[in-house]
């Protein structure tokens, strides 16, 4: 085999940016379970027809064929056919019909898993990446409690991730679709779709489709404009949304709620995350009916990391609707840049704390003694795959960033651990010996960059 | 949306049976880190090409297309298209191979992900499971004591898996290969692949073919088959080969592998966990070239749990080797039909330990300063969702198996936790009460099946 090339848009992982992944998933676990979410995770794979419903992906969902059967039957797709599914939301409103008889609501779950689309791969986007979503599901009614839920579950996972900070964006669909019909939009959905690319394609871009395509006038725009611009890390944006003088049912129930979201997550803001009301914030998707949220990172620029909302119908089978709220976070898409340009890494690229010498062959089984009574007390240990000089076997403990060096007793000498950072050695028993919490497992390492 | 259906081949586990497999998952994870073996995640998709490098499962393999390419261009596959993998060491191999200059060998890794195969759906068979493999892959060389590291390391994981109890066969191909040259057997690899199938067709159908295929007379195939029956718990199925009367250089240097890997693993037995040397185990994939493994569970007959080697050139790129040995765990395999049949479960379908009672949506914010107290101690914390009388809340916790349902103070009344399996309900404090260990996470259940 010649040395084989990386795939764009399948981004992979060394040992040590594998750890410090694995780091960042256990911490959104720990939060995700501490809140008493399940995990559950989805079968990759979803009947095309399903996959497609929301029309806007068609282009980017990879078909799975069985190489026998592509080779056999060329025919276009058809319905029965499977496509590895896109995001995981498409797949938990799938779980929750068909297990609906099972499942007791609200749901409460989380769902870290990778996810697949066929678009051209670039900064931020990806073939292959892992989503970590949290959502709450109802039967037929849903608190609004759980938006608020939610908002902190996902802020403390994100205050507790030692990554760069983070802002979480909120708004309200029904504060915003109120406003537009309040100043007379006919089309509320086609307003809401523009003001969603205000940040992609600006002020004036946004002035000539609102103006050509939602049919509005000039002083219209420069409503939906000052909307757009009001945000603030606090409820006082309900009153520069009052001072623009729209009146609608909706509105004032949006508004409320936004009131409610904001101050009941004033308590979450920490140095790595904070809340703002920002009122540009549409999220295009049609299903969002309530509050919606869209995170960004310092050193992702307007990238969007994590993204979600309320969907007044997540689900419905005819008898029973599922109504929900969640956000899905983009593991991969934080990741992935951070770790290829260093800035995220982990301080060793082994779970092993402690490294065994092995003096000799014949000494082999002592060694292996050794990393046993140390491993029955939950210490993660190797032993030393050749017995070569000591030195040699010291360098092989520093390469991989393996902190401690043990050296068994023998014949005259006692056993003695060496932390190889500070090359100080002492005598240990390996019945007794721990060595400080922080060293047990991998650290993740957060290096800013120069701004 | 009409009610889905499940998809053949494409188990997917409720919320209660996802907690009993993560839970193995952690506990695999646990004991791979324990012995130092690093995580890594391959993509899932690789080319073509190298999945068919093998011959043996053209058919089974899933491409992958883009639905957009699909449409336009319906031509044979080619060589640059994209298939699932099957497995996870065709992706090791080429991780390998592509990262070997900033890998640190030898390299000790575990992999736990999903694979899938296009094969028809049957009891063991799925088209999408989870593997969990662990390697280790040398530069050029690896040391026998690698294979009973692995060995030792797969034991112990099995070992503590609240699961049916494994035995573990262990064979060696150049034992085999040296004693079927030295009965003058001119296609050893065809007697080796013949053999792999004698549990399943029998000792005539092997015979037959091996007559017809392997050009053998009666009296070699005699001696064939007397060595397929031997097995033995400890070092004595050597006596037992060696009065078979045949010699051969490497059947010597295998047989003094196998006595070693099975006298380094003899203190690994224990009730959940038993290592025979079973001289009918081949593992037909030809890149095996040494010590062989594969794994059984009471519970699933004959079918194979687990299964590997040692693999002298896992992948070569015309400079270096990579020697390996390794071991795949089938997850699901092992998973899916004892959970189907209710073997195993968890004690609960939620993380939550506590469900915190919420007395009228005034006292709301009071219990959720209940729940903070208890999760900053790491206690998983659920608030009841709605204000409903005491006795629902209970049954709300009690459909999820949540141990303890909290009762948050209120004028007049204390903080009090009731235990609502033992109905014993005490007076509490949310910055000191702890429950029993064991109460913390959902553990798996096992209960034994009737024979």
């Not at 109802?138 to 983070?166: C, F, I, N, Q, Y």
């Not at 995170?295 to 008898?319: K, V, W």
């Not at 062959?361 to 050794?370: A, K, N, Y």
């Amino acid at each position: 085999m010649n040395r084989p090339t990386p795939l764009s848009g399948f981004p992979e992982f060394l040992p040590g940016a594998r750890a410090a992944e694995l780091a960042v998933l256990d911490s959104l676990r720990a939060t995700f379970e501490l809140h008493g979410f399940c995990s559950i995770e989805t079968r990759s794979a979803e009947p095309l027809d399903q996959l497609l419903r929301k029309g806007e992906t068609s282009q980017e969902v990879y078909l799975l064929r069985r190489l026998q059967a592509a080779t056999d039957d060329l025919g276009a797709p058809a319905g029965s056919d499977l496509g590895l599914h896109f995001d995981l939301t498409v797949p938990l409103a799938r779980y929750v019909l068909e297990h609906s008889g099972a499942l007791h609501f609200p749901l409460r779950r989380y769902q870290i898993q990778r996810c697949w689309r066929g678009e051209r791969p670039q900064e931020g986007r990806y073939r292959e990446f892992t989503q970590a979503d949290i959502d709450i599901v109802g039967h037929d009614e849903l608190s609004k409690d759980a938006d608020v839920e939610v908002t902190e579950v996902m802020a403390e996972a994100l205050s507790r991730l030692p990554l760069p900070p983070v802002t979480l964006l909120v708004n309200n669909r029904k504060l915003i679709q109120g406003f537009y019909l309040g100043i007379g939009a006919t089309d509320p959905a086609a307003v809401i779709r523009t003001i969603d690319k205000l940040t992609k394609v600006g002020p004036d871009a946004v002035r000539r489709t609102l103006t050509a395509e939602a049919g509005l006038d000039d002083a219209q725009v420069d409503r939906c404009l000052a909307l757009a611009a009001i945000s603030a890390p606090d409820p006082s944006f309900a009153q520069q949304v009052l001072a623009l003088g729209v009146s609608h049912r909706l509105l004032d129930e949006g508004l409320s709620e936004l009131v409610r979201a904001v101050e009941s997550a004033m308590h979450l803001r920490s140095e790595r995350f904070s809340l703002v009301a920002d009122l540009s914030i549409a999220r295009g998707l049609d299903y969002y009916t309530g509050t919606v949220f869209e995170g960004r990172m310092a050193t992702h620029g307007d990238l969007s990391i994590c993204a979600g909302g309320r969907y007044d119908a997540l689900a419905t089978d005819g008898r029973s609707t599922y109504p929900g709220v969640g956000i899905s976070l983009g593991v991969t898409r934080i990741l992935a840049p951070l770790i290829a340009r260093g800035v995220v890494g982990a301080d060793r690229s082994v779970p092993s704390c402690v490294l065994v010498a092995v003096a000799t062959d014949d000494h082999r089984s002592g060694s292996r003694e050794v990393a046993r009574a140390l491993r029955a007390r939950g210490i993660p240990t190797e032993v030393a795959p050749d017995a070569v000089r000591f030195g040699k076997q010291i360098r092989h403990a520093d390469r991989r960033g393996i902190p401690y060096v043990w050296f068994p007793a023998t014949a005259g000498t006692t056993h003695q651990v060496k932390d190889i950072r500070s090359g100080d050695q002492v005598d240990a028993d390996p019945d007794h010996w721990r060595p400080p919490h922080d060293d047990l497992h991998p650290r993740v390492t957060y290096r800013e960059e120069p701004t």
